[in-house]
């Protein structure tokens, strides 16, 4: 007789913006490829899915994506078993008649709350600690990290390896951007720019322009083009669209599916990401970068970005330290860019290397999903 797959339900609510769809769907997948588990996806927004991956069929109660049983999470729910584990990203509130679902399994279930990323102290003391009970299903904090004591990134199996290959490949390169629509101008900094609104970015592209450097700069379609429109003093900004001011191409991309992102980050010097998975995947690039933070209420989002930058900046001289930090202060605040970036420009060969060393260090922590799977080994 087979043997019994275990059973995950991971449950997403999507907020808004599409870090909550992109990292339980990374997640889900990889539960699937590299650990053989039966997983279901619940989600309430597959429009947004749709977004990162184009093959989801938003009217569909029920679908298989890349082994992934991906469930439309219902308005009315209906009974359904409960799995042998259950992940509630980002502490979204699981349907109550789940919840009995879970209670009356002869052996209750793994309940795992999957946290939001953060690189404060705190998140070590917290991780794997248990939180609420419902009747008698026990709850578990499940915190992602940068550090030993955490539950790590999320990160596939032979993902390094095959962003060596790429990047020692400029012709795999070349046809990618190709793909795209993107014909690198020669000698040029190739630059991808994925961020919130922000006050501070018409500075930094007054900055590329003048600059003695070209740059060309790739803006996949999203919140940040309105500050682009008003820049350029143009509307209605599109995929395709290219303008040259002075030593500055701006391209606008379209939204790319989840894995062509990665080549985009792998293909580019430097990349603007934001919010959580993007943030991670630019970390795996091995390239310098910059992080626009998701804001939260009463600033507590800047102490998560100074936590983070202390423990990424460790290595680093003074200049440099102070240079990147410099820069990823001023476009947190929305501030002028152009010195920072200056600074930032001197110490390159510098960052790029630290890039690589950071990228190694943290994959010598297991990777989230491997640490979930572990988890659950070591409760049963
Ligand atoms: O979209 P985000 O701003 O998501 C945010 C954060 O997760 C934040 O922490 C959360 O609280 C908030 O949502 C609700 O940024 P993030 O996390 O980088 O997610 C973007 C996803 O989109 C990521 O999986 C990469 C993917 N993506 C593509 O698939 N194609 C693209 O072209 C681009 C630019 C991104």
């Known amino acids: ?18 870090g909550d769809i992109g990292v339980t769907w990374r997640l889900a997948r990889q539960l699937v490829a590299e650990h053989g588990l039966a997983v279901r996806l ?6 947004a899915f749709e977004r990162i991956c184009p093959q989801i069929d938003p009217g569909a109660a ?37 919840m009995d679902a879970m209670a009356e399994r002869e052996q209750p279930p793994l309940w795992m709350n999957l946290d939001y990323l953060s690189a404060e102290g705190w998140v070590i003391g917290c991780h794997g600690l248990p939180s609420v009970k419902y009747k008698n299903v026990q709850k578990f904090f499940f915190f992602p990290g940068f550090q030993k004591g955490t539950g790590g990134l999320l990160r596939e199996h032979g ?42 970015l018409a500075s930094w592209l007054d900055g590329m322009a003048g600059d003695s450097t070209a740059t060309h700069l790739l803006v996949p379609e999203g919140r940040i083009l309105g500050d682009v429109e008003r820049w350029l003093g143009v509307q209605g900004l599109a995929a ?8 500055l191409t701006v391209q606008v991309l379209p939204f790319v599916r989840q894995d062509q992102y990665d080549l985009l980050l792998w293909c580019c010097d430097f990349n603007a990401v934001r919010g959580e998975d993007s943030f991670v995947r630019a970390q795996w690039a091995g390239r310098p970068f910059l992080w626009h933070i998701y804001r939260q209420e009463e600033d507590i989002h800047l102490d998560k970005l100074e936590a983070f930058l202390e423990l990424y900046v460790k290595g680093l001289s003074a200049p440099a330290r102070e240079a990147i930090s410099g820069l990823w202060r001023a476009w947190n605040a929305g501030e002028k860019m152009p010195d920072h970036w200056q600074s930032t420009r001197k110490h390159w060969p510098e960052l790029e290397k630290h ?9 010598l922590q297991a990777d989230l999903a491997t640490a979930l799977v572990q988890f659950y080994g070591n409760w049963i």
Not at 76 to 93: G, L, R
Not at 240 to 247: I, K, L, M, P
Not at 355 to 363: D, R, V
Request: with cysteine.
């Open 159 to 200: 993902l390094l390896e095959r962003r060596r290959q790429f990047q020692q490949n400029p012709q795999a390169q070349r046809e990618f951007l190709h793909g795209l629509g993107i014909d690198r101008a020669p000698g040029a900094r190739l630059i991808s720019l994925f961020a919130y609104e922000n006050t501070g």
């Open 62 to 98: 029920q679908q298989y994506q890349q082994g992934v049983d991906v469930r439309q999470w219902p308005v009315e729910w209906q009974p359904t078993p409960a799995a042998d584990v259950v992940i509630a990203a980002f502490a979204c509130q699981l349907p109550s008649a789940y």
């Open 355 to 363: 890039a690589e060393t950071w990228c190694l260090e943290q994959a």
């Open 1 to 18: 007789m087979p043997e019994m797959k275990t059973r995950w339900d991971i449950f997403c609510t999507v907020v808004d913006n599409f």
């Open 42 to 47: 619940w989600v309430d927004d597959l429009r």
């Open 240 to 247: 395709g669209a290219v303008y040259v001011r002075d030593a």
